[in-house]
């Protein structure tokens, strides 16, 4: 699967010179908006490769909340169960 987005320059260029542009201008233009899309835009992989970072992230989140909460949760049965033997 290949990371790139098809642009074609030769026929932006062509669109750009129908339309009153000079040669020079249409090949400046098409060449600056290649690199604008090469540059700037994420691919569908690009996507997906921040949705798993995003997932394994959220997972390793989940993983220390419910390692804190643990924690919390037997120090606060030892310290009622500490009361408890006190009263």
């Known amino acids: 699967m290949s990371n790139a987005i098809a642009f074609d320059t030769l026929a932006y260029a062509k669109k750009l010179k129908s ?3 000079t040669e020079a201008q249409a ?3 098409a060449e600056a908006m290649a690199e604008l ?3 700037r835009l994420a691919t569908k992989r690009d996507l997906k490769d921040l949705e798993d970072n995003l ?3 959220v997972k390793e989140m989940e993983y220390r ?3 804190r909460l643990g924690g919390i949760t037997i120090v606060g049965f030892s310290i009622l169960g500490a009361l408890l033997k006190i009263h």
Do not use: L, S, Y
Request: no cysteine; net charge negative.
């Open 55 to 57: 997932r394994r992230d």
């Open 37 to 39: 899309i090469e540059e």
């Open 27 to 29: 090949e400046v233009q």
């Open 65 to 67: 909340i419910i390692t």
């Open 19 to 21: 339309v009153g542009f």
